[in-house]
């Protein structure tokens, strides 16, 4: 009997402490239950739109038909399977994210139990974009979601709130208390890099009410109470100058001007947002610059120090291109930039040319046919003058002294030759031997006259001119010039050598398929200098280098290095832009800072700061543009710009020396050997020979 009274006692016992048990773990799941609903309600208010995410433990947790004012919110739900692959995601799962991604759900209550498929979901759906990582999430709090691999998911994740439940624990009496309190952690941003992620607890459920009651989902990137955030520079014109370093360490007292435009922004944005800036930069950035894929498909660069999340800045002039954006997240465009090519000058050598640069070809042609046209009329006039006006007179018995007298001077222009050469002659004002007497003659003299003086006044006009501009330099404006011209071109960009490539510009293909890809800045200017060479970068940079290659150009002559100088072309910059592309500040991928940084750099743009920082970052190129143009030498006139004259007189003397050649040879073998020759009777001899012309 004692045995069964014990045994029924021993059953007894237990079976309160498994009924009590079962009760407690009711009231618990009850207890979540109602915390959640509060939670998802809350939510509700602030986004019109929810994905819920759970696994087989907390599936029907949640019964939005009890939630308050949801049917006005739409609901997305994914139902995951414990062992759930997400290298190979089932399309469901796709489909339900990027159907809420497009109807902007701005809000995922994520129940899962397993903090490792958390993870895992969360970092599937991060990479792939199909969450707004801006948005509000709810979530389990797990110990496996705050390893070191996950840090940067928690600075891109901030508005979070962790659902911290705590299991019962043994009194000192030895009972087990069951304890009802409940916790909402979130987590501290920007969050520093260490072994375990810090949270903080905002609320605490208790009892089936908050204890605070507040806005859990507070903001946190309007005030960042002075915390250090990474700043990685790459110091590209006009996006940084070197001026800017002196700011990496301290902030000096003098206003330091031409910073750089993002390095700017970045002044009024850390103040803006109340947090330290600490600039640094990356190791080799000068040569790897924005950053190139190498060989083992590995990224050097501001791509390499976005792809490890090292800063949560990145100044460097970024195109706002699709390449960046699989690397970045880029605010607004606060610029655009002509990109385009730095190439070598031609000098136009003309000078020998010095007696026809005055005129234009048409107008030497209209000038040549009127000479012609002008000494036939005074042939004509003058023959046909002295054929029937004086052949008039004749007939009329005038004396033969008035038939002289109106016959005077009229020999001038009756043969062809004569009136050829004397036409001409008046052109350059020499004037005539005689005046001819007939009055026709004189009245068309006069405005021959008149016409002379206007065609050679500006014929010296215009030369003077010539000699007193500089040499004409022959440059390359356009696209089509480019592709023509012998030159190679090339950057350091293996985007800008896709962009041609794939261009459907034919002028375009031409400059892809000779684009070559070059490291160093200054090499490249070096080859552009020996004009074999054409550079492709924004036009502000490229203004920069030209201004830098003119001085060093001005130091080597002062110093009269050895290194011959003269052999180098002027630097120009191409006219015509390839592309105006627009220039953005960059920023860690999927950074929650984007929204309030594109409001502020919006509001910058607005009052006209961009512009003014620019103008500071150019003013240096400005002056030194101005200094060049005004030591440079001016209608100067040389022995380079006159060997035009030196060649007019050089083909005067070979004609010259060609034409008595001709008459030598004309006399010993033409004349000489005539029979009616007779050296001692020549006046007979021309006589006899033109009246047999005749």
Same mark, same amino acid.
């Given at each position: 009997m004692i045995l069964i009274t014990l045994f029924l006692q021993i059953v007894l016992v237990s079976g309160k402490s498994i009924f009590y048990k079962s009760h407690q773990r009711e009231n618990h799941e009850k207890n979540l239950k109602f915390m959640v609903e509060e939670m998802v309600k809350e939510i509700s208010n602030q986004s019109s739109c929810i994905v819920f995410v759970s696994d087989s433990v907390y599936r029907n947790?949640?019964?939005?038909?009890?939630?308050?004012?949801?049917?006005?919110?739409?609901?997305?739900?994914?139902?995951? &399977?414990?062992?759930?692959?997400?290298?190979?995601?089932? &399309?469901r799962i796709q489909r339900?994210?990027?159907?809420?991604?497009?109807?902007?759900c701005r809000a995922y209550v994520i129940l899962i139990a397993n903090g490792y498929l958390t993870a895992e979901f969360l970092q599937y759906t991060e990479r792939e974009r199909l969450i707004n990582t801006r948005g509000l999430f709810l979530l389990i709090y797990d110990s496996r979601l705050f390893q070191p691999y996950l840090h940067y998911l928690w600075n891109r994740i901030i508005n979070v709130v962790f659902i911290r439940q705590y299991n019962e624990y043994k009194h000192r009496s030895g009972g087990k208390v069951s304890?009802?309190?409940?916790?909402?952690?979130?987590?501290?941003?920007? +969050?520093?890099?260490?072994?375990s992620i810090a949270t903080k607890?905002?609320?605490?459920?208790?009892?089936?009410?908050?204890?605070?009651?507040?806005?859990?989902?507070?903001?946190?990137?309007?005030?960042?109470?002075?915390?250090?955030?990474? #700043? /990685?520079?790459?110091?590209? #014109?006009?996006?940084?100058?070197?001026? +800017?370093? %002196?700011?990496?360490?301290?902030?000096?007292?003098?206003?330091?001007?031409?910073?750089?435009?993002?390095?700017?922004?970045?002044?009024?944005?850390?103040?803006?947002?109340?947090?330290?800036p600490k600039y640094y930069m990356p190791d080799n950035i000068t040569s790897e610059k924005w950053g190139i894929e190498e060989d083992n498909q590995t990224h050097v660069g501001l791509v390499s120090e976005a792809i490890q999340g090292k800063a949560a800045f990145y100044l460097g002039d970024l195109y706002y291109t699709l390449h960046h954006l699989n690397y970045f997240d880029l605010t607004i465009p606060y610029n655009t930039e002509c990109l385009t090519f730095l190439t070598p000058e031609s000098l136009t050598e003309n000078s020998w040319k010095l007696l026809i640069l005055p005129f234009k070809l048409y107008t030497w042609i209209a000038l040549v046919l009127t000479l012609i046209l002008g000494s036939a009329i005074f042939y004509f006039l003058s023959l046909s003058y002295k054929r029937h006006i004086s052949f008039y007179k004749n007939q009329m018995h005038f004396q033969n002294i008035s038939m002289k007298n109106e016959l005077k001077g009229l020999y001038l222009f009756t043969e062809i030759g004569n009136s050829i050469l004397y036409t001409y002659s008046?052109?350059?004002?020499?004037?005539?031997? +005689?005046?001819?007497?007939?009055?026709?003659?004189?009245?068309?003299?006069?405005?021959?006259?008149?016409?002379? %003086?206007?065609?050679?006044?500006?014929?010296?006009?215009?030369?003077?001119?010539?000699?007193?501009?500089?040499?004409?330099?022959?440059?390359?404006?356009?696209?089509e010039q480019l592709a023509k011209s012998s030159i190679g071109v090339g950057g350091w960009n293996k985007e800008s050598k896709n962009f041609f490539s794939m261009s459907s510009d034919l002028s375009s293909q031409k400059i892809g398929n000779k684009?070559?890809?070059?490291?160093?800045?200054?090499?490249?200017?070096?080859?552009?200098?020996?004009?074999?060479?054409?550079?492709?970068?924004? +036009?502000?940079?490229? &203004?920069?280098?030209?201004?830098?290659?003119?001085?060093?150009?001005?130091?080597?002559?002062?110093?009269?290095?050895?290194?011959?100088?003269s052999s180098k072309h002027?630097?120009?910059?191409?006219?015509?832009?390839?592309?105006?592309?627009? #220039?953005?500040?960059?920023?860690?991928?999927?950074?929650?800072?984007?929204?309030?940084?594109?409001?502020?750099? &919006?509001?910058?743009?607005?009052?006209?700061?961009?512009?003014?920082?620019?103008?500071?970052?150019?003013?240096?190129?400005? #002056?030194?543009?101005?200094?060049?143009? /005004?030591?440079?030498?001016?209608?100067?006139?040389?022995?380079?710009?006159?060997?035009?004259?030196?060649?007019?007189?050089?083909?005067?003397?070979?004609?010259?020396?060609?034409?008595?050649?001709?008459?030598?040879?004309?006399?010993?073998?033409?004349?000489?050997?005539?029979?009616?020759?007779?050296?001692?009777?020549?006046?007979?001899?021309?006589?006899?020979?033109?009246?047999?012309?005749?």
């Open positions: 947790l949640v019964d939005v038909k009890n939630i308050e004012n949801f049917s006005n919110t739409s609901k997305y739900e994914i139902a995951l &399977r414990d062992n759930e692959q997400f290298l190979r995601p089932r &399309r339900i994210l990027t159907e809420g991604k497009a109807v902007d304890k009802e309190k409940i916790n909402l952690d979130t987590i501290y941003f920007p +969050s520093h890099r260490r072994k607890c905002i609320d605490t459920w208790y009892k089936g009410k908050w204890r605070y009651g507040t806005n859990h989902f507070t903001e946190k990137i309007t005030n960042l109470q002075k915390k250090h955030l990474q #700043i /990685a520079v790459f110091e590209h #014109i006009p996006a940084v100058t070197e001026k +800017s370093r %002196i700011y990496y360490n301290k902030q000096p007292d003098d206003k330091i001007e031409g910073l750089g435009i993002e390095f700017e922004l970045i002044q009024i944005i850390s103040k803006a947002m109340n947090f330290k008046m052109l350059f004002q020499v004037s005539l031997p +005689s005046l001819p007497s007939p009055w026709a003659v004189r009245v068309l003299i006069g405005w021959w006259w008149i016409y002379s %003086i206007l065609v050679t006044v500006a014929y010296r006009a215009s030369m003077t001119a010539t000699l007193a501009n500089p040499v004409a330099r022959v440059t390359i404006d356009t696209l684009f070559q890809l070059i490291e160093q800045e200054d090499e490249a200017i070096e080859k552009v200098a020996n004009g074999s060479f054409g550079y492709y970068e924004n +036009s502000y940079l490229l &203004r920069h280098a030209r201004v830098k290659r003119q001085i060093l150009e001005k130091e080597k002559k002062e110093n009269k290095t050895t290194e011959d100088i002027n630097l120009h910059i191409m006219q015509e832009c390839v592309i105006n592309m627009p #220039i953005a500040l960059g920023l860690e991928k999927n950074s929650p800072l984007k929204p309030k940084v594109d409001t502020l750099i &919006r509001r910058i743009i607005e009052i006209g700061l961009v512009e003014k920082w620019l103008s500071d970052v150019m003013e240096w190129s400005k #002056i030194m543009e101005i200094r060049q143009e /005004a030591e440079s030498e001016k209608a100067l006139v040389n022995l380079h710009k006159l060997q035009g004259a030196f060649i007019a007189i050089i083909v005067g003397y070979l004609l010259a020396f060609m034409i008595l050649i001709a008459e030598i040879l004309h006399w010993k073998h033409i004349v000489l050997k005539d029979p009616k020759f007779d050296k001692y009777h020549l006046d007979i001899f021309y006589n006899s020979t033109n009246n047999s012309k005749i």
